[in-house]
Nanobody, 130 residues
Framework: QVQLVESGGRLVQAGGSLRLSCAVS????????MGWFRQAPGKEREFVAA????????YYADSVKGRFTISRDTAKKTLYLQMNSLKPGDTASYYC???????????????????????WGQGTQVTVSS
């Protein structure tokens, strides 16, 4: 059974930090590009960050560049999102996702396209207070 389980979301003050985790099981984690997306109430889901299947390339939305860092631990089959200098605008449910393709070479626009991902977690809530 394929599972992506996010954790680490909570209430934090503006300027604070959080690290989200996404534990993956039931798929070949090392062969999948992985991404983080978020969705705030009343807004569309948006791309946050992605990492190639090999781990040597990362991509970020402009709104989080320089503040967030995506990483992966193949041995632990876990995806991370380190979030620093959090802002109230970062408040959202955060979802991890695994790519549809195996060992794919995506363009930057592919990494940010939710249609490239077919496996999603249930989300973890991040709330940033001002």
């Amino acid at each position: 059974q394929v599972q992506l389980v996010e954790s680490g979301g909570r209430l934090v003050q503006a300027g604070g930090s959080l690290r989200l985790s996404c534990a993956v099981s039931g798929l070949t984690f090392s062969s999948k590009a992985m991404g983080w997306f978020r969705q705030a109430p009343g807004k569309e889901r948006e791309f946050v960050a992605a990492i190639s299947w090999s781990g040597d390339s990362t991509y970020y939305a402009d709104s989080v560049k320089g503040r967030f860092t995506i990483s992966r631990d193949t041995a632990k089959k876990t995806l991370y999102l380190q979030m620093n200098s959090l802002k109230p605008g970062d408040t959202a449910s955060y979802y991890c996702a695994a790519s549809r393709s195996v060992r794919a070479y995506f363009s930057r626009s592919d990494y940010s396209d939710a249609r490239q991902y077919d496996l999603w977690g249930q989300g973890t809530q991040v709330t940033v207070s001002s």
